[in-house]
C-alpha cells in the first residue's frame, strides 16, 4: 500500500508562490503516474496536474496552465507542484494522487476515480 503525503502549503498573497511536495512513503514496483488535485470549499475535487514516471509527459488544467509547474525527483520518492503567480480562486486543499496506468488520453487523469492512491492534502489559502 502507498501512502502519499503532501506538504508545502499555506498563506499566499497575490501573485505570490508555493511549492508543494508530496512524498510516497516507500518505493515501489509500479511506476506511478503522479497527479494533483485540488478541491475548494462548496466545490468538487478538480484536476490539477499530473507526471508520468518518466517526466516524459506532463498535462495541466487550463485554468493554471502557464503559471503552475509539475515535476519529480524519483530518487526522493517525491513530486512538486511549483505555483507561481497565484491567485484568490486557487485557494483549496491541494491532494496528491497516484496511479499504476499511463493513461493514452489525458481525459482520464483529469478523472479522480483514474487514481487508486490518494494524500490527506494540504491546504492553500490566499490572503488578502
Known amino acids: 500500500q502507498v501512502q502519499l503525503v503532501e506538504s508545502g502549503g499555506g498563506l499566499v498573497q497575490a501573485g505570490g508562490s508555493l511549492r508543494l511536495s508530496c512524498t510516497a512513503s516507500?518505493?515501489?514496483?509500479?511506476?506511478?503516474?503522479m497527479g494533483w488535485f485540488r478541491q475548494a470549499p462548496g466545490k468538487e475535487r478538480e484536476f490539477v496536474a499530473v507526471?508520468?514516471?518518466?517526466?516524459?509527459?506532463?498535462y495541466y488544467a487550463d485554468s493554471v496552465k502557464g503559471r503552475f509547474t509539475i515535476s519529480r525527483d524519483n530518487a526522493k520518492n517525491t513530486v512538486y507542484l511549483q505555483m507561481n503567480s497565484l491567485k484568490p480562486e486557487d485557494t483549496a486543499i491541494y491532494y496528491c494522487?497516484?496511479?499504476?496506468?499511463?493513461?493514452?488520453?489525458?481525459?482520464?487523469?483529469?478523472?479522480?476515480?483514474?487514481?487508486?492512491?490518494w494524500g490527506q492534502g494540504t491546504q492553500v489559502t490566499f490572503s488578502s
Open positions: 494522487a497516484a496511479t499504476g496506468v499511463i493513461y493514452s488520453s489525458n481525459y482520464y487523469f483529469e478523472l479522480s476515480a483514474s487514481y487508486d492512491y
Open positions: 507526471i508520468t514516471w518518466s517526466a516524459d509527459r506532463t
Open positions: 516507500e518505493r515501489t514496483q509500479y511506476r506511478l503516474t
